[in-house]
């Protein structure tokens, strides 16, 4: 088989397809261009060969270079099984639906990606000097399925390929013996069996913690209560009706005039005038704030007098940000009553609205006064002081500054204030620093201020720290050693990658990338 790329002479009367060309050439020429057309429509028309239409190796299909070598998508090679494959895996997850342009850039990405790490393992191991045997090449395609049969290699499933698919298959195998050996070898090397010891040591010490979670969108009543103090006036409340009109202030003021004279109630015209598309268009009894109509109503003075109208009363024609608006009142508005959870919840999220920096700011307050209380009459009593605080508890977990996968995981102590807490290095220094049974420093986490309180400390024994320096040696070897290829290809001199945006950007529509790329 090392001569899949010689030709084979042709006996005199033996090939089939001289008989048939002789005997019917017509028939023969018309069935080869029926054929060529069923392979353009079910071959080229697939999400892998549409785009080869126009574009050659040397063309728009080359997507970088390593070594000087094109990373070119071709039919059969890597490059291209790479893409199908990746292809098929996201068309699965879509469930039928199509993909945009950023699903396929996705996939042509990871693609070139694992393209360029393969042309990169072949070229080391050129410059190495390794070359597998011929034989072994034969031996290896010999054992593929597509040419067995009952188990054994099947001398007419082989010749049944033409001698270019021969060709290129034979290729693709040598390379995954080449890609196979690099692979063994660099997962080979050394452990590193004094670093394992090392990190095994981190898991070591674990603690259990109560904490204290301060979000900064949650506010205590004395902070609510001193907003609403600084600004009386857009929290007093009212009950209205509104009705909004599109059009012309002509159109509204005929309106309002009909209602005032009795010709249509307010009822009627607003189920027949009021657009449902602006504003105030559920022409419904509601209860608001005063800031609340304020971002609606853009006259203060008809404002002002909307939260004044008596039962039953009519606000002058008012602009709106949606037309034009007409309020009918349900009686004089009312200050804010801090004992009614529905003002206190639009006081809430008037504060909600501050810049972020105040918010914080507020949290750590908060989370201060914690601290003191804890400090002064037990962790209960100041829950109990502060229910604005939120009670979460997690551990025992080991440092695992990065969310390693040796470890006890954060993430796996389902506490939604604790996501991303795993690359906060503040985070890991105060709860492994922190008294036991004390309250720590504030900590900022996110969008909350988190207060531990450490419980219980724990020493492992030998063998749990034996544990983890074995899972960091398989660690290493099967993840790390991938990851760090992975980083040296695409961060390497020799890998240029400055046609793939072009080459992508013609082969995904113009119209939907268009933006992207500029």
Known sequence: MASVGKKRPVEKGKSEMAKKFRSNPLLYVGTFIILVIVVVAFVFVTPAGMFLDGFGEDDG????????????????????????????????MAGGQPLSWWDEFQVWSAAFESAAIHQSILSAMQRAGFEPPERSVDREMARLPMFAENGRFSQALYRQLDESRRRSIWRRVREDLIKNRFLDDAHGLPTPSAEARFIGTMASTERSFEMAVFPSGSFSLAEVSAHAAQSPELFRNAVVTFMSILGDADDALRIISSINNGDISFAEAAALYSDPAFGFADREMRRAMAYDLREELLDDATLALALSLLPGDLAPVARSDGGWAIALGHGPAAQADLGDPWVREGIEAHMRNLPFETLEAMALERASAFDANARAYGVDVAFAMQPEATRRSFGPVPINYGGSGMFQDLGAQGVAELSG??????????????????????????GNVIVLFPLEETEAGDGGIQSVADAYENYWILNMTGDLITQHVMDSPRLDRDRFWDTVSRIISPMDTMDFWQ
Not at 422 to 441: D, I, K, M, V, Y
């Open 421 to 446: 807490a795993s690359s906060n290095e503040h985070f890991w220094r105060t709860a492994f620093s922190a008294e036991l049974f004390q309250p720590s420093p504030s900590i900022v986490q996110g």
């Open 61 to 92: 299909l080359t997507f970088g270079y390593y070594d000087r070598t094109p990373i070119a998508f071709s039919p059969g090679n890597f490059f291209a099984e790479e893409y199908e494959w990746r292809m098929r895996q996201m068309q699965m």
